[in-house]
């Protein structure tokens, strides 16, 4: 019988094993509670053991976290290549890319809010901004508020179904701003 892993180094076993263990667990996300999902149930369903699950991960919330983290790097790098230090974004361009990126990924994002997981991804942006102790506490509220603005612009996107592109987003953002 042919077993996919079995040409494979241990870190593409380990890539092989995350992805399955994702996969499963956002289509088991599909037609069932996050609470009522168990991790026998993700392994099962991933073709995996428990072992490589926990050799992974601490939790089931740890593999969307994970993978949360994972998806804004990649947007991180993507961003960086394209504009590396010293050349000028246009404004808000990176609000438009990391928009944008969500919206690509949006079955992940939508997945996350419709379990009541939201928090994960508020987690994840918060992470982005510098509010450590080391800096002056003016930027560290600063950095927090933008953080929590983003955030809360981005939940209630998901809320109504992140229809509109992070272009699209940004335009209503500035229409509506000078309203109020």
Request: proline share 3%; net charge negative.
């Amino acid at each position: 019988m042919y077993h996919p892993m079995k040409n494979m180094n241990n870190q593409e076993k380990n890539t092989y094993v995350r992805q399955h263990i994702l996969s499963a667990l956002l289509e088991l996300m599909k037609s069932q509670d996050f609470s009522d999902i168990s991790i026998q149930t993700i392994v099962d369903v991933a073709g995996v053991g428990r072992a490589s699950f926990y050799r992974n991960f601490e939790s089931k919330e740890d593999v969307l976290k994970q993978e949360s983290v994972r998806l804004t790097d990649e947007w991180k790098a993507q961003f960086d290549q394209e504009h590396p230090n010293g050349t000028p974004a246009p404004n808000n361009l990176w609000l438009i890319s990391l928009l944008d990126f969500y919206k690509v990924h949006s079955e992940f994002y939508l997945a996350l809010y419709h379990a009541g997981l939201s928090d994960i991804m508020l987690e994840t942006i918060l992470s982005y901004f510098d509010r450590s102790p080391e800096i002056p506490n003016g930027l560290a509220y600063l950095n927090s508020a933008i953080g929590y603005m983003l955030y809360g612009w981005v939940h209630e996107w998901m809320r109504r179904g992140m229809q509109e592109s992070g272009t699209e987003l940004a335009r209503m953002f500035v229409e509506n701003s000078h309203l109020h």
